[in-house]
C-alpha cells in the first residue's frame, strides 16, 4: 500500500475503536510512559493534544505540569506548526479542524541544554521506527528545523497500527521509541 491507502485503511480501522478501547490502551501506554527514565528525566514536554480516536495524551500533560516541567502543545500558525507553552488544560480552545490548542502563551523552542520530548502522533509505524502522519508534513518539518537540538522522539500507537515495513521518504523523521499497549520498539 502506497501512504495514501495507509492512512485511508488507518483512519477506518480507527473509526471502529470502541471508547472503552481507546481509555483502556490509552491507559496502558500512559503507564508505561511515565514510568521510562525518557519521560521521568525530561524537563521540557512536547505534546499532541489527543483528538478523535487517537492514544489520549491528557493523562500525560497533566501529569508533566503537576511535575513542573515546561509543557508546550502545538498549533498551526501560517501553515507552519509552532509549539506553545501551557500551565493548564484551561488555556486551549479548539483550532483548526477542531483540535485543541493554545490561545495565547510562549513559543516553546527546543533546548540545547534541557532534556527534550516529544510526543508525536500518527496514524501507522513501522519496525524500523517510520511514520506516517496525516499528511501535512508538519512534525517532520519541525524536527528539520531544530535538527541542532537532542530532541527525544516518543510514538504512541495501537497495536493495529503498527507495520512491518512502510514506504519512507528521504524527508521522514523516524521516531526514537514506538510505545504501544503490548510492546516498545526502539
Known sequence: MNKK????????AKITLSR???????????????????FKDCSQLFCYVSFNQEII????????????KKVAVPKIVD?????????????LEPGTLGILEPFSGEEAIPSGTEESLCI???LAFDRHRNRIGY????????????????????????DFQIYENLPAEEYDKKV??????TTIIE
Open 5 to 12: 491507502e495507509l492512512r485511508a485503511h488507518i483512519k477506518e
Open 20 to 38: 472503552a478501547t481507546i481509555q483502556e490502551d490509552s491507559n496502558k501506554i500512559t503507564s508505561i510512559l511515565l514510568d521510562s527514565s525518557w
Open 57 to 68: 495524551t491528557t493523562h500525560i500533560i497533566l501529569t508533566a505540569l503537576e511535575q513542573s
Open 79 to 91: 501553515q507552519e506548526m509552532k509549539f506553545f507553552y501551557i500551565k493548564s488544560l484551561g488555556e
Open 120 to 122: 508525536v502522533p500518527g
Open 135 to 158: 499528511g501535512k508534513g508538519y512534525y517532520d518539518k519541525f524536527f528539520t528545523k531544530y535538527t541542532d537540538k537532542p530532541i527525544r522522539k516518543i510514538a504512541l500507537a495501537f
Open 176 to 181: 526514537d521509541r514506538i510505545i504501544t499497549p
